[in-house]
C-alpha cells in the first residue's frame, strides 16, 4: 500500500548537500500500524514529508521511491499530488490547536477538506462533517462545528484533524508525534480512536513518536530511526522483547519505567566507532560532603498552607465573573533535600502553585512558610533575601535562555544582580558551575543556540544553582527532552541534589518520571490536592479514582496490549 | 440573543464611548489652547489699528460672550459644538459650521482614496515579495518599499506632479471640481493628491503585508492545509492572507495620524479645499472660531476612522470578537 524504497534526503546548506535521511526502507500493509521511532533530528518527520510531497524547499530528495498503490510519488507533478494528499493520504501533526487556521470555524475547514476532494453540496459536506465528528466522540458536534479552534481544548482539536483526516476514507494515515502536546489521559483517548479508526476503515497508519510507550501500546511494527539511518525494522513485540540493535536496547532502557526500582537512569553512550549502547551511570561522588539522606522528621524546608489563588472570568459578556480557583487549598510539606513531584493534566493549577511559591504574585489566603517563615504577603523588598534561596528551571530551554547572551554572561546573571563578589570570583563560581552541570569549560564564551535541548537545560539549571538556592522548582523541566537526554539529566538533577543541597519542587504530567525522582508525591486535580504521600505508597498502591486513572492512562511498556494480537 | 451577538454589540457600544471620551477630551483641549493664546481676538475684530474705543471693545466683548467666566464659556461653546454650531466666522459672519461641513467631505475623500490606493499598491508588491523571498524581486521591492517610506510627502508631490501634470500632461497638476459638476474632472483631480498622500502608506503596507506573509506561511495550518490537498493558489488567497490581514489593517490605523498630517502639506500644494486649507488659513487669519471648527473636524474625523479601523480588526479575528465567550 505504501512503499518506501532506499530513500535519502538532503538539506540544501551553503557548502553544498548535508544528508539528512539515508536509504530509508519499509511499507505498510493495509490497515497495519507501522510506528517510527526515533529522537528529534533522527529524520522522522522528513522522512513523512517527503512521503506526503511536502518538503521544505530547502530540502531535496536525492535517491530512492515512495510507492503510493504502485504510484512513485516522487514522480508525479503538483497537480497530481494535490489530489493524492487528503483523498488517498491524509496527516496529522502534532501540535493541533496551531494546525488549524485560527480565523476559521472548525466546521468550516472540515466542510473545505470534503469539498476539495469530493463534489457535493454545502449542506450535504455540512452533514458528513456532523457525522464524523460524532465518529471521533466530539461531545456536542454542533457546538464545535461552529467553534473557532482557540475555543476548544487540545484534545478536541486533535478530534477535529483527525475527522478531518478521515472525511474522505485515505488508505494511508500519517500521524506525526499526534500526542506529545496532550495529557496522558486525552492521549490514550486519542489512540483509542486512531486505532478503532484504524479497524474500522482499514486505513494504514504510519505513527511517527519519540514515546516508545506509544509504540508499544499502539504500533504492530516498529522502524527504529536514529540520525538519518534505520537502525531496526522488527515487529513490536520482538522490538521490546529482543531488540537486535545496540541503539534500539538503549533507548528502551533509558525510558523510566513504572515500577523501575533504579536509582540511576541508563544513558546511551556512544564509543569511538559510533555503535552505541547503554550505560548505567554510577552516582557522581565530586566532594567530600556525603549529604544526609533525607529526614522526614526534620522540620519541612517548604510548607504550604490552605493556598488559595482565583481567577475572576467572566462567563458571558454580560455577566457577573464569577471565581475559578486555580489553586484550591492546598496544602503541602517539602522535607529538606528531598523532591516533591507534583502531576497533573494540563490547567490543573500545577504552574499556578509552582508560581505562587516563587511569589510571582501573592496569592489570595493561605500561608507559605519557607524555613519557618510566611512569605505569602511579603512586599517585593522584604521577599529580596527569599529570592536567592528559590529558583526555578522552566520547561523550554529554547525559550528561557536569552539568545543574545553568552553562557558565562547567563549564568553569572544571578550573581550580578545580588551585587555578588568582583569579576574574578564569579567567573571562577561560572566555570565551577558550568563543571558541575557536566559542560565544558569552553562553553562559558558561547551562545545558546550552539548547544542542543538537553545541554540548554543544563545552562539553566547552571543558572539556578549560581546563588547557592535551597529550593528548586522544576516545571516540566525534562519535557521537552528526549528520552536519552531526559535520562541523563534526571541524573544530574539527582547527583546535584545530594552535591548541592537541595530540596525540588518537581512539577510533570509524565509519572513515570515524576516516580523516578520523586520522595514524595502529590496528584493535583482542579486547583486540588487528591492524593499526597510517599512515592512509593502512591504508584503502588493509589487511593484516589483520578491517580489510578491518570497511572492507567500512561502508556507502558510490559502492561497489556490494548492493540490488535497483543504482545 | 446569543451570547457572541451580546459580545460584539457591547464591543461596538466601548468603542463608541471610548471615541466619545476622546472627543471631549480634544474639544477641551482645544478650547483651552485657544484660551491661553496670545492675541485678542476683539481688538483683531474691531481692527488693532484703529484704536476702537473702550465701549466698543466691551459691547464686542459682550456680543461674542466674551465677557461670561471661563467655566460657563466652555459649557456654553461646548454645547453649541454638540449641534454643530461653532460661532460664526470672525472675517465674514458665516457660521463656521458651513465651513467645516463643506470641507470635511473633501478631506474624508481625500484620506479615503489614499488609504486605498495605498492597498491596492501595497498589499499586491507585499504579496509578490512574500512569496518570492530572497529574490531578486523581493529585494527590489523592499528596497522601494524602505525609500518609498522615507520620502517626505511634499517632495513626492512635487515629483508626481512633475511627471503625470507637467511631462506626460495627463492629470491636472492642481485644483478641485465638485462631482455634482463634473465627475470625470473631479476624480482626475483626486488622483495625484490621493497618490501622493498615500505613497508612504502604500510602502509601510508593503513591509507589513510581506512580514505578515511570511509569518502565517510559517505556521503549521499552512502545512495541514496543503496535507489535506488544497491548491496553493488557495491556500496563500484564502488562508494565509485573511490571517495576513490582521496585522496589515492594524498598520493602516498607526499611519493614520501620519496620513491626517499629510493632508495638510498635500491640500496645500494640490489646492484641494479641505479641512486642512481651511484650518490653515483660519490660524493665519486668527479666525479662532473657525480653527476650533476646523480642529475639532480633524479630530473627529481621525476618532472616526480609527473606530472603523479597529471595528474591521475585531470582524478579521474571530479570537478579539469572541474574546469573552
Given amino acids: 500500500m505504501l512503499e518506501v524504497r532506499n530513500l535519502s534526503i538532503a538539506f540544501k546548506t551553503r557548502d553544498g548537500l548535508k544528508s539528512a535521511v539515508r536509504n530509508i526502507d519499509f511499507t505498510i500493509g493495509p490497515g497495519e500500524i507501522l510506528g517510527l521511532v526515533g529522537e528529534s533530528g533522527s529524520g522522522k518527520t522528513i522522512t513523512s514529508l517527503a512521503v506526503m510531497g511536502l518538503l521544505p524547499p530547502n530540502a531535496v530528495v536525492t535517491s530512492g521511491e515512495v510507492l503510493v498503490d504502485g504510484t512513485d510519488m516522487l514522480q508525479l507533478g503538483s497537480g497530481e499530488l494535490r489530489k493524492l494528499r487528503g483523498r488517498h493520504i491524509a496527516m496529522i501533526f502534532q501540535d493541533p490547536i496551531a494546525s488549524l487556521d485560527p480565523i476559521f470555524t472548525c466546521g468550516d475547514q472540515i466542510i473545505e477538506a470534503i469539498r476539495l476532494h469530493e463534489t457535493v453540496g454545502k449542506a450535504q459536506a455540512r452533514q458528513r462533517a456532523i457525522e464524523l465528528l460524532d465518529k471521533v466522540k466530539i461531545p456536542d458536534p454542533e457546538r464545535a462545528m461552529r467553534a473557532y479552534p482557540h475555543e476548544l481544548s487540545g484534545g478536541q482539536c486533535q478530534r477535529i484533524m483527525i475527522a478531518m483526516a478521515v472525511a474522505c476514507k485515505p488508505h494511508i494515515i500519517i500521524a506525526d508525534e499526534p500526542t506529545t502536546a496532550l495529557d496522558v489521559t486525552v492521549q490514550k483517548q486519542v489512540l483509542d480512536l486512531l486505532r478503532g479508526l484504524n479497524e474500522e476503515v482499514g486505513a494504514a497508519i504510519l505513527l511517527i513518536t519519540h514515546d516508545l510507550g506509544v509504540i508499544y501500546e499502539v504500533a504492530d511494527r516498529v522502524v527504529v530511526m536514529y540520525s538519518g539511518d534505520k537502525i531496526e525494522e522488527a515487529t513490536t513485540a520482538d522490538l521490546f522483547n529482543n531488540p537486535k540493535s545496540g541503539y534500539a536496547k538503549a533507548l528502551i532502557d533509558s525510558m523510566p519505567t513504572p515500577g523501575g526500582q533504579h536509582d540511576r537512569l541508563p544513558v546511551i553512550e556512544r564509543d569511538a566507532l559510533g555503535n552505541v549502547f547503554s550505560v548505567r551511570p554510577e552516582p557522581r561522588v565530586r566532594s567530600s560532603n556525603v549529604a544526609a539522606a533525607p529526614d522526614a522528621n526534620a522540620s519541612p524546608l517548604l510548607e504550604i498552607r490552605d493556598l488559595v489563588k482565583s481567577y475572576w472570568i467572566k462567563p458571558a459578556p454580560l455577566a457577573m465573573p464569577v471565581e475559578m480557583r486555580a489553586v484550591d487549598r492546598v496544602s503541602l510539606s517539602i522535607a529538606p533535600r528531598s523532591t516533591l513531584g507534583l502531576v497533573g493534566e494540563s490547567g490543573c493549577g500545577k504552574s499556578t502553585l509552582s508560581r505562587a511559591v516563587m511569589r510571582l504574585y501573592r496569592p489570595d489566603a493561605g500561608e507559605i512558610l519557607f524555613k519557618g517563615q510566611d512569605i505569602a504577603s511579603l512586599s517585593e523588598g522584604e521577599m529580596r533575601p527569599f529570592r536567592r534561596e528559590i529558583a526555578m528551571v522552566f520547561q523550554n530551554p529554547y525559550g528561557s535562555l536569552n539568545p543574545r547572551k553568552t553562557v558565562a554572561e547567563l549564568v553569572e546573571a544571578p550573581l550580578v544582580i545580588f551585587g555578588e563578589g568582583t569579576a574574578t570570583v564569579r567567573r571562577r563560581r561560572v566555570a565551577g558551575l558550568l563543571e558541575a552541570v557536566g559542560l565544558p569549560a569552553t562553553a562559558a564564551a558561547k551562545y545558546p543556540h550552539e548547544f542542543s535541548g538537553g545541554q540548554r537545560q543544563r545552562i539553566a539549571i547552571a543558572r539556578a544553582l549560581a546563588l547557592n538556592p535551597s529550593l528548586v522548582i522544576c516545571d516540566e523541566a525534562v519535557s521537552a527532552l528526549d528520552v536519552s537526554v531526559q535520562a541523563q539529566v534526571l541524573n544530574l538533577l539527582k547527583d546535584l541534589q545530594v552535591e548541592f543541597d537541595l530540596t525540588y519542587l518537581f512539577i510533570s504530567h509524565d509519572l513515570s518520571v515524576v516516580e523516578h525522582v520523586s520522595d514524595t508525591v502529590a496528584v493535583m486535580q482542579k486547583g486540588r490536592i487528591v492524593e499526597y504521600g510517599s512515592a512509593k505508597a502512591i504508584f503502588a498502591n493509589p487511593k484516589e479514582a483520578y491517580t489510578r486513572m491518570l497511572l492507567d492512562a500512561v502508556p507502558t511498556i510490559g502492561s497489556d496490549r490494548v492493540g490488535k494480537g497483543g504482545a | ?325
Fill in chain 2, 1 to 325: 440573543m446569543n451570547a457572541s451577538v451580546t459580545g460584539a454589540l457591547l464591543l461596538v457600544g466601548r468603542k463608541l464611548l471610548t471615541a466619545l471620551i476622546q472627543l471631549l477630551v480634544i474639544a477641551t483641549l482645544i478650547f483651552s489652547v485657544m484660551y491661553i493664546m496670545p492675541g485678542d481676538p476683539v481688538l483683531l475684530l474691531l481692527g488693532a489699528d484703529s484704536n476702537p474705543s473702550p465701549e466698543a471693545v466691551a459691547s464686542m466683548r459682550s456680543q461674542l460672550g466674551l465677557d461670561q467666566p471661563v467655566v460657563s464659556q466652555y459649557f456654553v461653546w461646548l454645547w453649541r459644538a454638540l449641534r454643530l454650531d461653532f460661532g460664526v466666522s470672525l472675517a465674514n459672519g458665516y457660521p463656521v459650521s458651513r465651513y467645516v461641513l463643506s470641507n470635511l467631505p473633501r478631506t474624508l475623500e481625500l484620506a479615503f482614496a489614499a488609504i486605498i490606493v495605498a492597498t491596492l499598491i501595497g498589499v499586491p508588491l507585499g504579496i509578490a515579495a512574500a512569496l518570492k523571498r530572497g529574490s531578486l524581486r523581493d529585494t527590489i521591492l523592499t528596497s522601494v518599499a524602505t525609500i518609498g517610506i522615507s520620502v517626505p510627502v511634499y517632495i513626492m508631490g512635487t515629483m508626481l506632479v512633475l511627471f503625470f501634470s507637467l511631462k506626460l500632461g495627463w492629470l491636472p497638476a492642481s485644483g478641485y471640481t465638485d462631482i455634482s459638476r463634473n465627475a470625470l474632472e473631479h476624480f482626475r483631480k483626486l488622483a495625484l493628491p490621493a497618490l501622493a498622500l498615500g505613497f508612504g502608506l502604500a510602502a509601510s503596507i508593503a513591509r507589513m503585508t510581506r512580514s505578515s506573509m511570511l509569518e502565517i506561511l510559517g505556521r503549521d495550518f499552512v502545512r495541514a492545509l496543503r496535507a489535506k490537498g488544497m491548491s496553493e493558489r488557495r491556500v496563500i488567497w484564502q488562508h494565509v492572507l485573511r490571517n495576513a490581514a490582521i496585522p496589515i489593517v492594524t498598520i493602516i490605523g498607526l499611519q493614520l495620524g501620519n496620513l491626517m498630517g499629510g493632508t495638510v502639506l498635500v491640500e496645500a500644494m494640490f489646492n484641494w479645499p479641505g479641512l486642512s486649507t481651511l484650518l490653515v488659513g483660519a490660524v493665519s487669519a486668527r479666525n479662532y472660531p473657525l480653527v476650533q471648527g476646523a480642529m475639532l473636524a480633524i479630530a473627529a474625523l481621525f476618532i472616526g476612522i480609527n473606530l472603523l479601523v479597529e471595528l474591521l480588526y475585531s470582524l478579521l479575528d474571530p479570537r478579539i470578537r469572541r474574546k469573552r465567550t
